[in-house]
């Protein structure tokens, strides 16, 4: 493929960055098994998003994230792309030294966090600490979340992130289109 050519579309997640200039995003949800030692399987197009967010991945390796597991109000895994955790890196390397804004977010990110890479087989290795957090055993669900992905016990996404989000609905008029906050102007309530 000509450098100047688009990359190709991998339907559900977008454009490579650095050739078009748009980033991938983690699209769908899924459910996938989780064993004894911790490994489960990765959905396949989130591998590819990860691939192509890990600016060290060539063809062969197995690309890297970091996955935060935060502090006790947190009930998910956040799985962040390499370039995902920079950009978060880098907005709280700019908050003043020092300051407790910046000493939370560093122990949130920094300390209450674990660097990993996908296995040969598209699999990730939990270690124990992080699957007694959310309490995940034998099944783990996945949910993208624009350029992160999360990892939920099933029964505690639904019974707290599905629940809100069909309380929210609920509370709209039915014939009321969500897409309509993007045409909403910036700052406007």
């Known amino acids: 493929m000509a450098a100047d050519q688009p990359a190709p579309f991998v339907s559900g997640v977008g454009r490579t960055k650095g050739r078009t200039g748009v980033a991938r995003r983690f699209r769908g949800e899924s459910h996938h098994?989780?064993?004894?030692?911790?490994?489960?399987?990765i959905p396949a197009s989130f591998r590819r998003v990860l691939e192509a967010a890990d600016p060290n991945w060539r063809d062969g390796d197995n690309p890297e994230l970091v996955i935060v597991y935060g502090d006790h109000r947190r009930n998910y895994l956040e799985c962040y792309t390499m370039e995902a955790i920079d950009e978060v890196d880098a907005k709280i390397d700019a908050l003043p030294r020092g300051s407790m804004e910046r000493k939370m977010?560093?122990?949130?990110?920094?300390?209450?966090?674990?660097?990993?890479?996908?296995?040969?087989?598209?699999r990730l290795v939990l270690p124990a600490k992080l699957r007694q957090k959310v309490d995940l055993d034998a099944e783990a669900f996945f949910i993208a979340a624009g350029d992160t992905f999360q990892i939920w016990k099933p029964e505690t996404y639904e019974a707290e992130e599905l629940s809100r989000t069909e309380d929210w609905l609920d509370?709209?008029?039915?014939?009321?289109?969500?897409?309509?906050?993007?045409?909403?102007s910036k700052g406007e309530a």
Not at 33 to 41: C, E, I, L, Q, W
Not at 107 to 114: A, D, I, K, W
Not at 171 to 184: A, H, M, T, V
């Open 33 to 41: 098994k989780v064993d004894a030692k911790g490994r489960v399987s």
């Open 171 to 184: 509370e709209l008029p039915d014939d009321f289109d969500p897409l309509s906050f993007l045409d909403r």
């Open 105 to 122: 977010l560093q122990r949130l990110f920094h300390g209450q966090s674990f660097p990993t890479s996908v296995d040969e087989t598209g």
